[in-house]
């Protein structure tokens, strides 16, 4: 399992929930990386996509349901932190080279931040429905979910598993 190939796909599954989506009209392609970066931080990656985003997906459910801050120590700060940078102060999704450089966007409010948490937790829900069904051999359901979670072209380009 490789992580750039986990967030490519994180970032189209942001797109097809955009298409679907009711008060959300855009997701920072940096926010999305930025979240993979700190689950794979925190998690790393399992023998299987299915699995990896499995536990990401829930990890991430929790995040963003809770508005827990997202910072990293990997690299110093480029700037001196400054209490008055504009951002989000609903949460925080730090960018580690600029402790005053929040990636949500500023304009989301609590509707599309609880919508953006649901996107996860749904998905967190599919894959787990979608692991007991590659266990039992429905492979006709799991195609199915797969469909709902990235759009039918993951039905023609490549399996998670």
């Not at 985003?53 to 459910?61: D, G, H, P, V």
């Not at 102060?89 to 600029?98: A, K, T």
């Not at 967190?124 to 469909?147: F, T, W, Y």
């Amino acid at each position: 399992v490789k992580f750039n190939e986990c967030v490519r796909l994180l970032k189209w599954w942001r797109f097809v929930r955009i298409d679907a989506a009711s008060s959300i009209e855009e997701v920072r392609t940096t926010l999305i990386e930025l979240l993979c970066a700190s689950a794979y931080d925190r998690l790393s990656v399992e023998a299987t996509y299915t699995e990896t985003l499995l536990k990401w997906f829930s990890w991430l459910a929790a995040v963003t349901a809770q508005r827990i801050r997202i910072t990293f120590s990997d690299y110093p700060t480029i700037e001196p932190f400054n209490r008055e940078a504009q951002g989000n102060p609903l949460w925080q999704v730090i960018d580690p080279v600029n402790a005053n450089n929040n990636v949500v966007h500023s304009q989301w409010g609590n509707i599309e931040l609880e919508e953006f948490a649901a996107w996860f937790a749904a998905a967190r829900d599919a894959l787990s429905r979608l692991v007991v069904h590659e266990r039992d051999g429905n492979d006709s359901v799991v195609d199915g979910i797969l469909a709902d979670l990235f759009g039918n072209p993951v039905l023609t380009h490549g399996e998670l598993s």
